[in-house]
């Protein structure tokens, strides 16, 4: 089985996520694409929306995507995850013979510093999602995404014709009793 690992905060779920999805489903070979919420960003000091929240609007969001799952292990062990911990725990599910795991071009220049990185490179290929034209390794499998927003800018502008129309009106009344 070939599948992509796509993790985040979603906080909140954004069209640059849904655009890295549909790109990935697009361009990657895979049966399965699991987008993986976090309970807690290593990398981040806290989130808006708790959890329950970003984990529902994930599976509204994409529930009518037959070859994406929401997978919860992550926001079910309550604590930040490292990756190779999701990595190993859906190896130990299926028999994997591809691993794909889609990276945001900022988060890929820190890669090398995260949990366990070279036994995680040794069980996945990394793809890049950009939305810049930067230099990468020649390499790497790239995802080139049209939409130049992240949800921290998001939630401070509260812009919110970033937000896809099947969590639209969740997501506003969300952040605004916020």
Known sequence: MKIAIFGGSFDPPHKGHESIVNEALKTLDIETLFVVPTYLNPFKDSFVADEKTRLSWLEKLFKDKNKIKILDFEIKQKRAVPTIETVLYLLSLYD?????????????????????????????????????????????KKLSINVNISSSKLREKMDISFIPKKIENDVKKYYQGK
Request: no cysteine.
């Open 96 to 140: 994997l013979e591809k691993i794909y795991l889609i990276v945001g071009s900022d988060n890929f220049s820190q890669i090398t510093k995260w949990h366990r990185y070279d036994e995680l490179k040794n069980l996945v290929e990394f793809v890049i999602a950009t939305r810049d034209v930067i230099n990468l390794p020649k390499d790497l």
